[in-house]
């Protein structure tokens, strides 16, 4: 036997009505759709009457086939049988200046009925359980019609009241927007329930007994609809609880990711799983934001409003998601850290995760829940114990590079961090951050253990680094350039100032104290006069 089909008929005949006529009270508009609607089942359903001799493909299916078959459409075909002839049935009625509308309304009215019949008995065989007590309320409502239009009040009001009840006791069971469908549904019986009171109180009538028809439906209800809903819980979304609300959901497709989304994440213990679960939140917050687009173009205030609460639920949930996803990752990357020779990138690696959920902690501020102030305060201490862990691990790779001075400061940081952690965890006390408590406890003990070990390896560093530089604080850089030194600028001997003086060789210097007190002689006599032809006339 294949599975039992849903169909929920009065939102499907609500949403034909409200958009093809019924909307401004033009039924013959509604009548066409109903008309067009039937054929182009028939035709997918390929029971089309055929040519030459007349065959209703409807009427021939036999009940054994059509079990087998299972297709919902066939309930659906039947109901927009009878609310074609209820449209047609309206239209007669409505029709005073036409002797003959009286009786051509009433025969629509009994054809409609006769449908509604024929849908209850193909809901018996493939419709679920809540399917068939909608249509079983619609055909008691079409009767009741029926009853009221031969002013049998008694009949019509036993009608009318079994097909509320069945909406009250539905509205108690299934998601937000059905239990808004029949509470709708039962407003819209009542004023009919009060006319007959009316009637039956001024005819001095006696009413019927509902008791029989009442507890058939709680056997049912309880037996059937009940077990049946609860499965349909489990295995499917219709609404979400965020910001103190319950957020119906109307679109099909971000249904449809929600629930690929949970169930990966539902016992998810690798990053394939996470990641299964983040991809499809990111569709479902694609479909939204095309939601809310159409809806701000048709002014549709109050859907716009449901789909960004819940756009921000879908984008809270990918962030929280992506977080137990690095919380996934990290764990793998430290015990690869324990077991690696070269330690720095390893630690690289797990400071960028660390970053990496202080990144997303920070985000999830855009999508919290305003209305629970809970929710600001574990993020607050996420990000707190989250900066503590990435401190320490920071001063590791300090360590590996022997910059012991920096790895002692920050392991002081570190310890400010952690205990400032363990506080907010102290005041914020839950049970899902208890991991995350004693990992912030235990990286405070190994903060601890290491405190002072590091803080010998600082000193012995400073003291090294002081000893090199009282040995080269005799000499200017100019003077070692290639052996440069910070010690050089703490002593300011960038050059030497005054400069050095320097051993340079010289001539031995001669002073002549006498010769200013001899005489000297007059030898211009000895001079030679010069020799030439032209010289005579110059010289004499």
Known sequence: MADKKSLEIWSTVTTARLQHGLRRNDHSRYCKFCTTRTKRIRKSLKITNGRGRFVDGTRKIQKDKLEKIGDIRYVELYLMYAERAWARFEIYRNDIDNPRSRSHAMSRLKKAFQFATQMIEYAELIADPRTLLESKSYSTWISGILYMEHEDWVQALHNFTNSRYIYQELSKIGNIDQNATCLERVEDLTPMIKFCNYKIKNEGLAKLDDTDSKAGINEIIINDVIPEEEGKGQNDVRDVSWAGRRLPIRIAIVRKHLRR?????????????????????????????????????????????????????????????????????????????????????????????????????????????????????????????????????????????????????????????????????????????????????????????????????????????????????????????????????????????????????????????????????????????PKGFLSRYIFG
Do not use: W
């Not at 679960?277 to 479909?287: E, G, R």
């Not at 600001?376 to 590996?400: G, M, N, V, W």
């Not at 560093?461 to 005799?474: D, N, Y």
């Open 261 to 529: 989304a949970i169930d990966a994440a539902k016992n998810a213990t690798t990053i394939e799983e996470y990641d299964s679960s983040i991809q499809a939140y990111k569709s479902a917050a694609k479909n939204l934001e095309s939601g809310i687009k159409d809806s701000q173009k048709k002014g549709r205030r109050d859907n716009e409003e449901v789909l960004e609460l819940l756009l921000d639920y879908a984008n809270y949930e990918r962030v929280d998601k992506t977080m137990r996803r690095n919380m996934v990752l990290l764990r793998s990357k430290e015990e690869k850290a324990q077991n690696a020779t070269a330690k720095k990138g390893r630690l690289e690696e797990i400071v960028n995760i660390y970053d990496n959920l202080i990144e997303n902690a920070v985000e999830l501020y855009e999508y919290i829940d305003k209305e629970n102030p809970q929710h600001e305060k574990d993020i607050a201490t996420k990000i707190s114990a989250f900066r503590a862990i990435r401190c320490y691990h920071k001063c590791l790779i300090f360590l590996e590079e022997g910059e012991y001075s920096a790895a002692s400061q920050l392991l002081d940081h570190c310890l400010t961090l952690s205990e400032k952690a363990l506080k907010q965890f102290d005041n914020n006390p839950r049970d899902e951050m208890e991991v995350l408590y004693n990992l912030v406890g235990q990286y405070l003990s190994e903060t601890i253990a290491r405190k002072s070990y590091t803080k010998a390896l600082a000193f012995s560093q400073v003291m090294a680094a002081k000893e090199e530089a009282t040995v080269l604080s005799s000499y200017s850089i100019l003077d070692n350039i290639q052996e440069y030194d910070s010690s050089f600028l703490e002593e300011n001997r960038l050059v030497d100032f005054p400069p050095s003086f320097e051993a340079i060789p010289c001539m031995p210097v001669l002073f002549d104290i006498a010769l200013g007190n001899i005489p000297v002689p007059d030898l211009s006599e000895k001079k030679e006069a």
